[in-house]
């Protein structure tokens, strides 16, 4: 995940996608497919709930999902669960780019094993 914290800072939104996309394709792919998942869970209760913004997400959970390189958890902890919450918006608004999330697939989802 040190390379999405490093990937979400790319000032180039292409090449932060890009750079996004290469950090998740590293993923293992039990850890890939439990983030589809989620982000696709989240995704579905921000549609059904209105007061639940992509920031609410990302400030709930940010810190809860992601942990921290170990330079930034020693050094500045207010630095770490912002940078935490820049990744998990991040995913969220770019889902459907990252994890080719549509619309249809959200409503009809089902997991299989």
């Given at each position: 995940?040190?390379s999405?914290?490093?990937?979400?800072?790319?000032?180039?939104?292409?090449?932060?996608?890009?750079?996004?996309?290469?950090?998740?394709?590293?993923?293992?792919?039990?850890?890939?497919?439990?983030?589809?998942?989620?982000?696709?869970?989240?995704?579905?209760?921000?549609?059904?709930?209105?007061?639940?913004?992509?920031?609410?997400?990302?400030?709930?959970?940010?810190?809860?999902?992601?942990?921290?390189?170990l330079?930034?958890?020693?050094?500045?902890?207010?630095?770490a669960i912002?940078?935490?919450?820049?990744?998990?918006?991040?995913?969220?608004?770019?889902?459907?780019?990252?994890?080719?999330?549509s619309?249809?697939?959200?409503?009809?989802?089902?997991?299989?094993?």
């Amino acid at each position: 995940m040190a390379s999405l914290f490093s990937a979400i800072q790319e000032p180039n939104a292409q090449t932060k996608l890009d750079r996004m996309s290469e950090s998740l394709s590293n993923m293992p792919l039990a850890h890939h497919g439990t983030l589809v998942i989620l982000i696709q869970h989240l995704k579905k209760v921000m549609d059904c709930d209105q007061k639940t913004d992509i920031n609410n997400m990302a400030i709930t959970f940010g810190p809860n999902l992601m942990w921290a390189p170990l330079k930034l958890q020693s050094a500045n902890t207010a630095v770490a669960i912002q940078k935490q919450q820049m990744v998990i918006k991040g995913l969220l608004e770019n889902a459907n780019y990252l994890f080719d999330i549509s619309d249809k697939s959200r409503r009809s989802s089902r997991v299989s094993v």
